[in-house]
């Protein structure tokens, strides 16, 4: 919980921060952010070990932290992508306002298509890493995913192996008790036999 307070306090400070300094605090909230994955790995194969009265507890706890980490992971990928728009912005409008365009005479013209030509490219650039952003985003969020259902899936096999284990011991122990059983009723049965025979014997 500290860990996922300190990443949102972070999270608070890119608004602010300046040009500088925002890859910096960017890479500090993704250093932590991948620091709490890490832990949260850990803290699964460790919930997967308590007994069973505060295994499902303790899973319920480690399922809404990593929910509350990879919000935060989103959170800063929005963020970067538009900073990254913003950036692409102001370059495009450098560019054209650093173009000097002179009056028209024998020797010169300005190069009107040239200009909405250059736009162009620059827009259809600009769309094209907005799309390859957009599928790199969805692609790495699929692989978390997986990785998500996949631990989950293990968790499941693992409880139900625990619980094979359990059924096991249990059909040992009903197994146990059957043979004894089965040893009191032939011993039953004898002694039954045995009075019926002494008190046939003596009585005739």
């Known amino acids: ?18 040009k500088e300094s925002v890859h910096l ?7 932590r952010i991948d620091n709490i994955f890490s832990n949260l790995e850990r803290l699964e194969i460790l919930s997967s070990k308590e007994p069973p009265n505060k295994r499902q507890n303790a899973k319920l706890r480690v399922d809404q932290l990593k929910y509350d980490v990879q919000h935060l992971q989103t959170a800063l990928r929005n963020f970067q992508h538009r900073r990254y ?18 009056t028209n005479d024998s020797d010169t013209t300005i190069p009107i298509d040239e200009t909405l030509q250059f736009n162009e490219s620059l827009q259809s650039a ?17 692989l978390r995913d997986q990785r998500v259902t ?25 197994e146990k008790r059957a043979f004894q059983d089965k040893f009191l009723m032939l011993g039953g049965m004898a002694v039954t036999c045995l009075i019926m025979f002494l008190v046939v014997q003596y009585l005739t």
């Open 126 to 142: 600009h769309r094209g890493m907005d799309e390859l952003i957009g599928s790199g985003t969805n692609i790495l969020q699929g």
């Open 25 to 31: 605090v960017e890479n500090e909230i993704q250093a």
């Open 150 to 174: 996949l631990k989950g899936t293990q968790k499941k096999i693992l409880d139900v192996a625990n619980m094979l284990g359990l059924s096991n011991t249990v059909m040992r122990l009903i």
């Open 1 to 18: 919980d500290r860990q996922v307070h300190e990443v949102q306090s972070y999270m608070g400070r890119l608004e602010t921060s300046d």
């Open 85 to 102: 728009q913003r950036e692409q912005q102001e370059r495009q409008r450098e560019e054209l306002l650093a173009r000097t365009f002179t």
